[in-house]
């Protein structure tokens, strides 16, 4: 164990080695040599001004997000959430990254590569995304963890029973059920149920339940820009709804994103050799 004068800089040091610019276990490959690869992505070939007008109920492409090295404007944050009693209670087993370290966080993604879920995926590790439509659905694809959403533009209503103990009731999902609309020319309006409550909210790892319903407003600026402004409400464990923010993407020229994955294999590795072993923050709360 590390000697008490030690523990916070070595547990310091384990966080800033596992933070979103140097997670041990993501593959960020270099740089391809040519400016204009086919293959590999490069956040310095951006693009310049609006570019036009946005089209109409068109997100089709590929997005750079906040942290993709492209320049995006960084995710503004929301409001801080005010919990009721049980929110109070949940959140306070939950020990992020943040306070506690790799070796004393109970995060399920840090510790194990549990998905991100939902709506931690349009908060946190925010790369980029991509859009593709299909006649009764749009398809939302992530470049980390490189997964992918559908948001039903049918008509559907999202279920109303998801995780009841019913016969047929829909299982929850870490990235539950959306259904979507077009608010006027450029604002897709996602609606967003049925969520696995072993999912955290955040980061920080506020809590949700299955009860939560969350909905984004992608809202296509012009030609080259895209804001996502998020809200959720869940009167089980939060005392009113509130905005988790707003996320800003800039239009990808080449339209190609690197692999970014969590491997379990090698956060494995690393706790064992290096975020374990350099303990966590005994002055966390």
């Known amino acids: 164990m590390p000697n008490p004068g030690s523990s916070t800089t070595v547990a310091l040091a384990a966080v800033l080695a596992f933070s979103s610019v140097a997670l041990a276990q993501v593959h ?3 740089q391809a040599a040519g400016e204009n690869s086919k293959w590999m992505y490069n956040g310095r070939d951006r693009v310049v001004g609006s570019g036009g007008p946005a089209p109409v109920h068109d997100l089709n492409g590929t997005w750079a997000g906040p942290r993709s090295g492209a320049g995006v404007p960084d995710f503004k944050e929301g409001e801080v959430p005010s919990l009721t009693p049980l929110g109070q209670e949940l959140f306070r087993t939950r020990k992020s990254l943040g306070k506690f370290s790799p070796a004393g966080t109970n995060d399920p993604f840090v510790r194990t590569c549990n998905p991100l879920g ?3 995926i349009d ?3 925010i790369r980029g995304i991509s859009f593709a439509t299909m006649p009764d659905r749009i398809v939302v694809l992530y470049q980390f963890q490189q997964v992918w959403r559908e948001i ?6 999202l279920p109303k029973n998801a ?4 016969r ?7 990235f539950g059920y959306s259904v979507g609309h077009w608010e006027g020319d450029r604002t897709l309006i996602v609606d967003t149920t049925g969520l696995d409550d072993s999912s955290w909210l955040d980061r920080d790892g506020h809590p949700l339940t299955v009860q939560a319903h969350v909905q984004e407003r992608f809202t296509r600026t012009d030609h080259n820009n895209l804001e996502v402004a998020i809200t959720l409400d869940d009167p089980t464990i939060y005392t009113k709804s509130f905005s988790l923010g707003t996320v800003y993407f800039k239009w990808i020229p080449n339209q190609i994103f690197d692999e970014r994955l969590c491997i379990p294999s090698e956060t494995i590795e690393y706790l064992k050799s290096v975020g374990d072993p350099a303990g ?3 002055l966390a709360k």
Request: aromatic residues 10%.
């Open 123 to 125: 908060v946190d590790e």
């Open 168 to 174: 047929g009731a829909p299982d929850p999902r870490y």
């Open 118 to 120: 939902f709506p931690r």
């Open 163 to 166: 995780g009841a103990a019913e």
């Open 28 to 30: 960020e490959p270099q």
């Open 280 to 282: 966590s923050d005994r």
């Open 152 to 157: 039903w533009m049918d008509g559907r209503e």
